[in-house]
């Protein structure tokens, strides 16, 4: 129990320091404060279809129901995630560029993000015995998270964006941030992981439930 009131602390903290301890980016102003939230969401929408790919090769191995129980709980909050990037990225566009939608790599990297999982989930809706679906949306699974660091990492770095070139890291591994910036930004980072890793845990205690109440 104390994790959870030391992540609701944490939480919020961040949420209060964002708006008044931390400096806004010179070129941008207030809007970029967003990042605090924008980046981690995005972060954590790229770690729960790697924790869905991972259960979805474990599947393959073992014929474990559970892995592709686990594989369909990440991939649904990896979703959630990815659309609350893509909201909180129409926010900062429309503050910074004046529309909420500009077609921008980054943008279209996460709307297709959605379409791929969205058709996962529908695969996994439209097939009804349980092996069956289970060896084809872990195959689907593997292969969709093949796109994922392509859309994510690669696709806007080779096209030109209206998004801020500068990255977190350099060329050099070395974290391109004031001390003021890495000391909100971590937490923020490490915040939402532990939130995702949470909602994980609850949400295949819900499944074992429903599945004791089914026999």
Known sequence: MWWKILLLVG???IIILT???SPPQAKLGDVS???YFHVPVAWVSVLAF???MLNSVWYLRTKNLQFDTNSGIASKLGLLFTFLATVTGSIFAKAAWGSYWNWDPRETSLFILLLIYGAYLALRSAVPEET???ALSSVYSILAFV???FLVFVVPRVFKSLHPTDSIVDKNLKIQMSGQVSALFFPSLLAFTVIFFWMYYLHQKVEKLSAKKEV
Do not use: E, Q
Request: charged fraction near 15%; avoid cysteine.
């Open 19 to 21: 708006f008044t301890w």
């Open 11 to 13: 939480m919020s903290l």
């Open 132 to 134: 069956k679906r289970a």
């Open 33 to 35: 404060r967003i990042f």
């Open 147 to 149: 796109t994922v660091p």
């Open 50 to 52: 790697l924790v869905a």
